[in-house]
């Protein structure tokens, strides 16, 4: 059984209990109304804020601490001069371009079957392509090798521990992942089951371990693309790498699931795979704890009312921003973007002077716009503890 790829049995919940069933009900309903009041552009640019979020904390699942607002450096084009801050950076900005393009596929109508091993392979090729050598070169087997973005492990020198858990051999990970494909492919599977199908599918591919390094971080991509996928992604305005970093109890929750995930089955009862049944839906009922948690929270900080809200209290607060800012701020959530003519209206002030709340605003990095054309709200790292308490935890 170590190297059939029945090993990974069971796959999904093909029996659902009715607690999971419930929850993926629950989600569905949830993805459905998170920003459905907030305008497209508004929309839009908090998604961006959202990947920003996603990255933050799916390097810190990984012990990375990369700051928002060094991510925010990194995009703008600003790397940090020493060379371990440097490549955090850099990794950043790589989960960054891949999530955008998932996000761009998806709306497209192009995005491809999230399991399946092409697209598996593409993620893990796109985030690391741009990747240093100090970065791709690993040790495995007691020899050094270069990781070759988006294959799988083949080679002796692949084969790898992962605490107690013994992946499949490097040999057969291609079976194994032509098998994981098969079991998880979406084209024809229902809504229900295609969400219940994410948290599985998220611990079988770590199970599976089929590069030599990333696999998380190709998991977590994966999910967001299922997610998506499923009718649950709101358009990108909910992170799943925010929740598994944060857990429902405590930070540990993460490790400790996938850890108990690999549990072998207990007895005739615990189904009839190589792991435990029992297991994987407590898992999977875990994981989609997780997503409804980190749904709810985002539609929280999204709502119109709310954001309105602690908008004015960011202009209130601000030593330099004028009070007929937050009119301009309002004015930008609720349409998506307005003429920059349009202050003096929109503010009541005369045209100087509404001229200069409008560029203290764009100054301050919660306006922008091209040149001389519309502008449209945006969400600059200083502004996130007032406007989004509790998105980090140093907020």
């Known amino acids: 059984m170590t190297e059939s790829t029945g090993r990974i049995e069971p796959t999904r919940l093909l029996e659902a209990p009715e607690s999971v069933a419930n929850l993926a009900a629950e989600l569905a309903a949830a993805g459905a109304v998170l920003g459905k009041a907030l305008h497209p552009t508004t929309a839009a640019n908090l998604a961006d804020l959202v990947r920003i979020m996603n990255t933050y904390y799916s390097n810190l699942i990984e012990g990375h601490d990369t700051r928002p607002r060094e991510i925010e450096l990194a995009l703008s084009g600003e790397l940090d001069a020493e060379e371990g801050r440097r490549n955090l950076q850099m990794e950043a900005l790589a989960h960054i371009r891949v999530q955008t393009e998932i996000d761009k596929q998806f709306e497209a109508g192009t995005l491809p079957e999230p399991a399946s091993g092409e697209f598996i392979k593409w993620l893990h090729k796109e985030f690391y392509k741009d990747a240093p050598d100090s970065v791709l070169i690993l040790t495995g087997a007691g020899r050094e090798f270069k990781m070759i973005p988006g294959d799988w492990r083949s080679l002796p020198e692949h084969e790898v521990a992962v605490g107690r858990h013994l992946p499949p051999s490097s040999a057969r990970v291609e079976e194994f992942m032509h098998y994981f494909e098969q079991k998880y492919r979406f084209e ?98 875990w994981f989609l704890k997780v997503c409804l948690d980190q749904l709810s929270f985002m539609s929280e900080l999204f709502d119109l009312e709310n954001l309105g809200q602690r908008l004015s209290i960011y202009v209130d607060r601000h030593e330099k921003l ?34 200069r709340v409008l560029s203290d605003l764009i100054a301050e990095g919660l306006l922008a716009g091209t040149k001389k054309g519309p502008v449209s709200l945006r969400f600059p790292s200083h502004s996130l503890e007032i406007l989004f308490p509790r998105l980090y935890p140093e907020t």
Do not use: C
């Open 188 to 285: 024809d599977l229902g809504i229900a089951a295609r969400i219940m199908a994410i948290g599985p599918a998220h611990h079988r591919l770590n199970y599976i371990h089929p590069f030599p390094d990333g696999n998380g971080r190709v998991s977590r991509l994966m999910s967001h693309a299922m997610a998506l996928k499923a009718g649950i992604g709101a358009h990108g305005l909910w992170s799943v790498s925010r929740g598994l970093a944060r857990g429902l109890e405590s930070r540990g929750d993460y490790k400790r699931m996938m850890d108990h995930a690999d549990s072998p089955r207990r007895n005739d009862t615990d189904g009839r795979g190589n792991l435990s049944q029992a297991a994987l839906i407590e898992f999977t009922e």
């Open 322 to 355: 004028k009070p007929e800012g937050a009119k301009l701020l309002q004015e930008a959530l609720i349409r998506g973007q307005f003429d920059r003519g349009e202050a003096p209206r929109i503010t009541g002030l005369p045209e100087r002077s509404a001229r």
